[in-house]
């Protein structure tokens, strides 16, 4: 039996004055529950929890914790915890190696826990451990927010955000990463999207040691609200629009186009994706676009322009591409007809024209936002494996976990 205690000492990494009392395995229950008994030699002192002085015990209360699965069997480590008597700081609990303060999990089983969240949805760890998520979730924003608070962002310079979906309708999640970073880059996250989350982000630099002044830099598409905000927190930052975001545009207004035609004329079957993907066509696809090409549709004029957006993209210097965004507005101008259905390329055409600065920026800049949006399919895919989150905190929580510089939590435990 001393063999046995002797053992799981070492495994728990037990040191003085602290030893396995006793162990007893139930197996009525089920799971079946091991349950072992921490005590402490009669005599020792204890550290004081607010100086380190070694001090006396006052009184003791038990106290229970769970500790990893001993083979399959659930382990329950149990300890008579004492309060001790500082001449200076008066009577105080302890705090016990193998446990953070007020958690009822080990260190042990806390970082399992954290290790697997990283992989798997966390009701997915919840039912591996034998545990309810609810309870899984308290440590997680325990280490997450405990990371966060050391997050030093003194020498940001450069940021770029953009929003990503928090669940089904208009909820949004808005994200910031420095764009110095080439990995775990996301630096805030903040419910909701507008100028209220630039704000939010202006605050959270500041308490985290950066300074407005120092951002040279702001990557973002070309949303006015976003625009309007950046203005006036960062008003001495360059803002680039990065090129993504302008494909995006003409994508999506090719889209409307299609759309509005489709109500009137009978489109060819597969045009959806005929026109929307850049590569990788299926047959009935292409069949598809060669139609479209040899009729006479206003989503073929649209689809038209959005592809001639790849010639701007291959300047090789500002001024060629100022040159050419102007040749291709002009271009493009020639090529509309008066068709209402034509109103949403039309529009395009026009934030073009007036982001043009903007736009610019991404020839002179270093920066580009394609791992923001690299980012949103990572959060994105995290959010479909767990069916959703049971609100934006949580899913706020998860995106720190995939992609803040935050990898320290696991040396906390």
């Keep these: ?66 500790h990893l699965n001993f083979f399959q069997h659930h382990c329950l480590i149990t300890a008579s915890v004492p309060r001790v ?52 979730w308290r440590i997680i924003q325990h280490y997450v927010q405990q990371a966060l608070e050391s997050l030093d962002l003194s020498e940001l310079e450069a940021f770029g955000f953009d929003e990503t979906a928090s669940k089904r309708g208009h909820n949004y999640v808005t994200v910031f990463v420095d764009m110095k970073r080439s990995k775990q880059s996301v630096v ?63 994508t999506r207004a090719v889209d409307d186009v299609r759309k509005q035609e489709q109500k009137e004329n009978k489109l060819p079957k597969a045009t959806r994706w005929a026109v929307l993907k850049g590569s990788g066509l299926t047959e009935k696809q292409v069949q598809a676009l060669d139609e479209l090409k040899n009729g006479d549709f206003c989503t073929t004029i649209a689809w038209r322009i959005k592809e001639k957006l790849r010639w701007i993209r291959e300047a090789n ?62 959060f994105q895919a995290a959010r479909a494996r767990a069916r959703g989150y049971r609100n934006d905190q949580t899913f706020i929580t998860m995106i720190y976990m995939i992609a803040a510089p935050i990898r320290f939590i696991f040396k906390s435990t």
């Design 1 to 66: 039996m001393m063999q046995e205690q002797k053992i799981f000492t070492l495994g728990l990494g037990l040191t003085p004055p602290w030893e396995v009392a006793s162990q007893h395995l139930d197996m009525d229950k089920e799971p079946h529950e091991l349950s072992l008994e921490l005590a402490a030699d009669r005599g020792s002192l204890f550290p004081c929890p607010a100086c380190g002085k070694a001090c006396k015990a006052h009184d003791f209360k038990t106290l229970k914790w769970r």
């Design 85 to 136: 008597r500082c001449s200076e700081h008066g009577v105080k609990r302890i705090n016990v190696p193998w446990a953070r303060e007020g958690s009822r999990f080990t260190l042990l089983f806390e970082q399992v826990v954290l290790s697997l969240v990283r992989e798997m949805p966390v009701a997915a760890a919840a039912r591996i451990v034998g545990e309810r998520d609810k309870r899984l």
């Design 188 to 250: 805030f996250a903040t419910p909701g999207k507008g100028k209220k989350t630039v704000k939010n982000f202006k605050a959270w630099l500041e308490e985290h040691g950066g300074n407005t002044d120092n951002v040279l830099e702001v990557v973002c598409d070309m949303s006015p609200a976003f625009l309007a905000a950046v203005k006036e927190e960062f008003g001495e930052a360059n803002v680039t629009v990065d090129w993504f975001h302008v494909v995006q545009l003409f």
């Design 317 to 378: 210097t500002p001024r060629a591409a100022l040159w050419r965004i102007t040749n291709f507005l002009n271009h493009a101008r020639s090529m509309l007809t008066d068709a209402p259905e034509l109103e949403a390329i039309r529009n395009a055409m026009k934030t073009l024209e007036n982001h043009r600065k903007r736009i610019l920026q991404r020839w002179t800049s270093t920066y580009t936002n394609a791992r923001m949006e690299g980012l949103n399919s990572l």
